[in-house]
């Protein structure tokens, strides 16, 4: 696919930045670094210097973005948009593994030094480059897995691992907040399975939901499932998503699950490894599972809830 340098007077209508990031779950200071730091998109400007996108600007981000799912670095996007689909060099994805390596090394090694300050810089630089999902997959999940992984064997390990996490609540909080009031689609009510204490899993899923065009009522660790009719009753909800481990609290998914399905008019989803590990007895109790992979999920939900906005 060439990219669009306007040579022609454009036939659609121009788009502003922000509908262009609500059309491709893509925030303007990502589009901007595109446009600045690797020239991959040319908007036309206002006389005051506003960017405006074509149509064939928006069909040229999506090209970008199928590549960055393929595993491409955002560093090598440029000279594939001329190939046919499908041809990526191994040696494109080999350079990828080398940038996200090297995210992670940065960030375990400002963890390790308790530096919030190095750590915000390298998390904020792969934010300003790739989609959320994309950094959910190949930054933060890797990062979550290393410290749940070594914390035994570091003398440390315990402080580390709930120093990044903690940083992590911060942080995908106040996204998850701003741009939730940005949204107008969907609202799904989020909450961990009671006896669930680890909530960054669940964190993660709301800002990729909410990037995805859904917005998101996050009631966070140890809910009880009880409760969540009385909270619809006063919330209107389209959708609720639980999360939770391997090992559910006794009671669970034989008896408060299928009381809280048959207490709902919306679907009521589970992911995280319950799903996995007891997706037939979820299922028995009348409820979706998503599995442990964010992107999965979120395109299992799309089947069932619409967004106006799935990409």
């Given at each position: 696919m060439p990219q669009s340098q306007?040579?022609?007077?454009?036939?659609?209508?121009?788009?502003p930045i922000r509908t262009v990031a609500s059309l491709t779950g893509i925030n303007p200071v990502?589009?901007?670094?595109?446009?600045?730091?690797?020239?991959?998109?040319?908007?036309?400007?206002t006389p005051k210097g506003h960017r405006l996108y074509t149509e064939e600007d928006v069909e040229l981000i999506r090209h970008v973005l199928e590549l960055l799912d393929q595993g491409i670095a955002i560093s090598q996007v440029k000279p594939l948009l001329e190939q046919a689909p499908g041809q990526v060099p191994a040696v494109a994805v080999a350079d990828t593994g080398e940038v996200w390596r090297s995210y992670q090394n940065k960030m375990l090694l400002a963890?390790?030094?308790f530096d919030e300050h190095a750590l915000d810089t390298v998390y904020n630089d792969a934010l300003s480059l790739y989609p959320v999902d994309v950094i959910i997959q190949r930054l933060i999940s890797p990062l979550l897995r290393t410290f749940g992984e070594r914390w035994k064997e570091r003398d440390t390990g315990?402080?580390?691992e709930h120093f990044f996490s903690v940083y992590l609540r911060n942080k995908l909080g106040t996204r998850i907040h701003h741009m939730n009031?940005?949204?107008n689609g969907p609202l799904l009510l989020l909450a961990c399975l009671p006896g669930e204490f680890h909530e960054?899993?669940?964190?993660?899923?709301?800002l990729a939901a909410v990037n995805y065009g859904y917005r998101v009522l996050v009631l966070g660790a140890n809910m009880p499932?009880?409760?969540l009719?009385?909270?619809?009753?006063?919330?209107t909800c389209d959708g609720v998503v639980l999360s939770g481990s391997a090992r559910p609290a006794r009671g669970i998914i034989n008896s408060d699950l299928p009381a809280l399905v048959g207490q709902t008019a919306v679907p009521v989803f589970v992911g995280g490894r319950i799903a996995t590990k007891h997706q037939d007895k979820i299922e028995s109790a009348g409820a979706i599972c998503l599995g442990e992979s964010i992107g999965t999920g979120l395109r299992m939900l799309s089947e069932h809830i619409k967004t106006g906005r799935l990409r």
């Open positions: 306007h040579a022609e007077k454009p036939s659609g209508p121009l788009l990502t589009l901007r670094a595109w446009e600045r730091r690797y020239n991959l998109i040319t908007p036309q400007r963890v390790e030094n315990i402080a580390e009031q940005r949204s960054v899993g669940l964190l993660l899923f709301a499932l009880d409760q009719p009385a909270v619809m009753q006063r919330k």
